[in-house]
């Protein structure tokens, strides 16, 4: 089952995106949210739902900025976020990555180009269209060290890590591991503080610094 929030204040653009998500995914859990406000309820425990990926535009109500990546991020660290947007600014896509997104999707692409770039977040990639991917993508707040922190996790987090970094659902490493999926969100949040990063796509990015192959 792929669960994902759809956070746009477009309803005609909320199914555009449900169509996509109908479209890619067989067995799939849409839920819609047309504020940033009504987007937290579901990353704060309001609601009992257990969210793969949030589908996010910047201009919501109640967002400024990046405050609304930035909230739903420090919310929910362990779900992916990827951003979808009519700025096509190359700036804005990095900045969105900075700020702890896994992908950027403009709202011009088609179905089957959007549905490609939430295929490749699920991977584990970080997606970006073609004019900004073809530059360093680290951000800047990526600390450096990484090998001597990941040495400070314990073996039930690096077994968490090692899954996370190959682009594994918090579902997939619970299956895989054996454990509760509350416990993996447990050691995602304590990996992300040991790293000193802000989102498990940071993290990734963190575990491909080790091995780039």
């Not at 918090?170 to 989102?199: C, D, M, Q, W």
Request: proline letters at 4%; one cysteine or more.
């Amino acid at each position: 089952m792929f669960s994902v929030l759809i956070a746009d204040d477009h309803p005609l653009f909320r199914a555009a995106l449900r169509q996509v998500i109908e479209s890619q995914f067989a067995d799939h859990e849409i839920f819609e949210a047309s504020t940033l406000s009504e987007a937290c309820a579901f990353v704060n425990g309001d609601k009992d739902v257990d969210l793969d990926m949030i589908l996010l535009d910047l201009q919501m109500p109640g967002s400024e900025g990046f405050s609304g990546l930035v909230c739903l991020r420090n919310a929910a660290p362990e779900v992916p976020i990827v951003v979808v947007s009519a700025t096509i600014a190359v700036e804005t896509m990095r900045d969105c990555i900075t700020y702890g997104a896994a992908g950027f999707i403009p709202k011009s692409f088609c179905r089957e180009e959007m549905g490609e770039g939430i295929r490749r977040v699920i991977t584990g990639e970080v997606f970006l269209p073609c004019e900004a991917s073809d530059t360093d993508l680290r951000p800047e707040e990526l600390p450096g060290g990484v090998r001597h922190r990941i040495a400070a996790l314990t073996l039930g987090e690096l077994r968490v890590f090692e899954l996370l970094a190959r682009g594994k659902s918090n579902k997939i490493i619970a299956y895989e591991l054996g454990i509760k999926e509350s416990t993996v969100k447990a050691h995602i949040t304590a990996i992300l503080r040991k790293l000193r990063v802000h989102s498990r796509t940071q993290a990734i990015i963190a575990a491909r610094e080790l091995d780039p192959h």
